[in-house]
């Protein structure tokens, strides 16, 4: 499995935009950017996914860089709910369905009211 | 949408006990995954089905793990003799069989071998 590389933690004030890197140097053309995330005491929640372009939705933005090695997930405005583990993964997409995700260590983000 | 549900929330049980761990998908998801989360090693993935068959079991741990999925609805996680070293949450996961859909989580079962 390709792999990604997260900052292990990273602090932001609350009501401010939070900016999440992830770097994946050996990503190959057919793995999707997927990000994940993990309130205490409950399962993994989806949150996005791309390819190459950059991608919008209700919880966050996805910003891919030009070469896809590495991604940013962007939270607008960050809650005290937001404070989370969040886990960049690359997943294969094969043809036969859905692929397994394997997760990191993902980043802990610690909103700061 | 009731979401994936699993059962028990929290196992506390004794070692070399038997310990059977269920998981209801979400109806319509045709993929199942089953995931085992711990401190030391994060999430891993230990088996995960498509159409109820066994796609990928190459993260289960040993021969005292073992896992079915009778039918669309319904799947288990059993664990025969359970050690110690099995405490951990254990996830249940599902999706739908299309491409990058997402994966659906359960809220876990907290399991505790003393």
């Known amino acids: 499995d390709a792999k990604t590389t997260q900052p292990n933690s990273m602090e932001s004030n609350e009501e401010e935009p939070v900016h999440l890197p992830c770097n994946h140097s050996?990503?190959?053309?057919?793995?999707?950017i997927h990000w994940y995330r993990q309130l205490p005491s409950q399962g993994p929640e989806y949150v996005i996914h791309?390819?190459?372009s950059n991608v919008n939705n209700r919880m966050a933005s996805l910003a891919i860089a030009e070469d896809r090695k590495s991604s940013t997930l962007i939270l607008h405005r960050a809650t005290l709910r937001d404070a989370a583990v969040y886990y960049c993964?690359?997943?294969?997409?094969?043809?036969?369905?859905?692929?397994?995700?394997?997760f990191g260590t993902g980043t802990r983000l610690t909103i700061i009211p | 949408d009731a979401g994936v549900i699993q059962s028990p929330r929290h196992e506390v049980t004794e070692m070399g006990q038997e310990v059977t761990l269920r998981c209801k998908p979400i109806?319509?998801?045709?993929?199942l995954f089953w995931y085992r989360q711990t401190m030391m090693r994060g999430l891993e993935l230990l088996i995960y089905?498509?159409?109820?068959?066994?796609?990928?079991d190459s993260g289960m741990p040993e021969d005292r793990f073992s896992a079915k999925m009778p039918n669309a609805s319904f799947s288990t996680l059993k664990i025969q003799p359970s050690e110690p070293r099995d405490s951990a949450v254990y996830f249940c996961a599902s999706s739908n069989r299309v491409d990058n859909s997402p994966l659906h989580f359960g809220n876990g079962t907290r399991l505790t071998v003393t």
């Open positions: 993964i690359l997943r294969v997409v094969s043809g036969f369905g859905n692929e397994k995700l394997t």
């Open positions: 791309g390819l190459t």
């Open positions: 050996t990503i190959s053309g057919t793995d999707y």
């Open positions: 089905f498509n159409n109820n068959v066994p796609i990928d």
């Open positions: 109806s319509g998801h045709n993929s």
